[in-house]
């Protein structure tokens, strides 16, 4: 399972949910999105660090998604 935290207005974040989504369908993985707008425990954890994709739980990068990163890392 992939999560991508962000908030609306983030360019980053739409940028990484390109890369999130195009990757997770190419390889068949779930994935969700949070907000940190809504989710005051998120925001406190992650709010300098949106975009931050978490695979299984755990962090696997922020700010920037790298795709070819991201597919080694499910296994793709």
């Not at 940028?15 to 809504?38: H, M, P, T, Y």
């Not at 922020?62 to 597919?71: Q, S, T």
């Amino acid at each position: 399972m992939v999560t991508l935290i962000g908030k609306p207005g983030c360019h980053l974040c739409d940028d990484a949910r390109v890369v999130v989504e195009a990757v997770c369908g190419e390889l068949g993985v779930r994935w969700e999105e949070k907000d940190i707008s809504v989710d005051a425990e998120l925001h406190r954890e992650y709010w300098e660090q949106i975009p931050v994709v978490l695979v299984d739980g755990e962090q696997h990068t922020f700010w920037k998604v790298d795709a070819g990163r991201l597919r080694r890392e499910l296994g793709g």
